[in-house]
């Protein structure tokens, strides 16, 4: 089992950046797929990206590709998601996700952790 906490999320204006952080507990955490969704108020969850166990395939949802970039750092237990060129759209509450195996949109892992909010103002 692994316990997921996100950090770094906030209030920013469009066309801004910021870095959104999952630490993950326990020694397992190169064994599990690592991903980011986010759900917007009134919205269903959506899939944002995912990695692959040791960070060597990455893939994205179409709305991000080219401004977002999902990267993992096993020696710190720690994921990250870069997030450039922020629209109004892009605000919502980012999920970290963790699974035994492959994370796609409608397969999320069996791990969540509680969120952190994104706001992006015009």
């Known amino acids: 089992q692994v316990q997921l906490v996100e950090s770094g999320g906030g209030l920013v204006q469009a066309g801004g950046s910021l870095r959104l952080s999952c630490a993950g507990s326990g020694r397992t955490f190169s064994s599990y797929f690592m991903g980011w969704f986010r759900q917007a108020p009134g919205k269903e969850r959506e899939f944002v990206a995912g990695i692959s166990w040791g960070g060597g395939r990455t893939y994205y949802a179409d709305s991000v590709k080219g401004r977002f970039t999902i990267s993992r750092d096993n020696a710190k237990n720690t994921m990250y998601l870069q997030m450039n060129s922020l629209k109004p759209e892009d605000t919502a509450v980012y999920y970290c996700?963790?699974?035994?195996?492959?994370?796609?949109?409608?397969?999320?892992?069996?791990?969540w952790g509680q969120g952190t909010q994104v706001t992006v103002s015009r």
């Open positions: 996700n963790a699974g035994r195996n492959t994370i796609t949109v409608r397969t999320p892992g069996n791990y």
